[in-house]
């Protein structure tokens, strides 16, 4: 998942949703995008236990030290792959797509296990169980293209001007969710038959 994440950031057509904020954050102070990645999902967390309350399973804590592993994979693997060619829109497009598809499966996994999650996709997950009471994907849906809407607010007021946002945001946002539940269901029916 941190390759999906890092390739949306190389391509430079805009960040996946997950990673706006940091992205346009990172751009306002002296901090990698992996570092504002971790400190906005242990939000989500703390948003999670206030939803679930005493629901919330100890268990889940696990989001931690995976989000850990996550944040330092973000860094890691931009720093690793910015060298890729990104010289053309459509190589551009490509290497979008790939990290579009990469951290989608890599969601999809992560629903497929039922194990530990990535905050911001456990807490789409309650609200689309708990709040909502809505399929996940279209809940996940609409969570990243808040979170694109809250990067671009931010990034207007702070940078004068939109960054980390362009259409690949755009498609990201309208298709990892997708993506995930597909894994998820696909797999599910082949592990099952």
Not at 76 to 88: G, K
Not at 104 to 112: H, M
Not at 124 to 142: E, H, L, N, P, Y
Request: proline fraction near 4%.
């Amino acid at each position: 998942m941190g390759l999906g994440v890092a390739l949306s950031v190389i391509a430079s057509l805009g960040t996946s949703p997950i990673s706006c904020f940091p992205y346009v954050v990172s751009e306002i102070l002296p901090v990698s995008v992996g570092t504002v990645t971790f400190i906005m999902n242990f939000i989500f967390l703390l948003a999670q236990i206030a939803i679930l309350k005493k629901d919330f399973n100890p268990w889940q804590i696990l989001q931690l030290p995976a989000l850990l592993v996550f944040s330092a994979c973000i860094d890691w693997n931009i720093m690793m792959f910015s060298w890729l060619p990104i010289d053309t829109y459509l190589l551009q497009i490509v290497w979008m797509l790939a990290g579009c598809l990469i951290l989608g499966t890599g969601i999809g996994l992560l629903l497929l296990a039922d194990y530990v999650m990535m905050p911001a996709d456990y807490l789409s997950r309650t609200i689309a169980s708990v709040v909502v009471k809505k399929d996940f994907g279209k809940v996940k849906v609409a969570f990243d293209v808040t979170l694109v809407c809250i990067a671009a607010v931010t990034s207007l007021v702070f940078l004068h001007e939109i960054v980390g946002i362009r259409e690949g945001s755009l498609i990201a946002a309208l298709t990892v969710g997708i993506i995930a539940r597909t894994v998820a269901a696909k797999l599910s029916f082949l592990l099952k038959n």
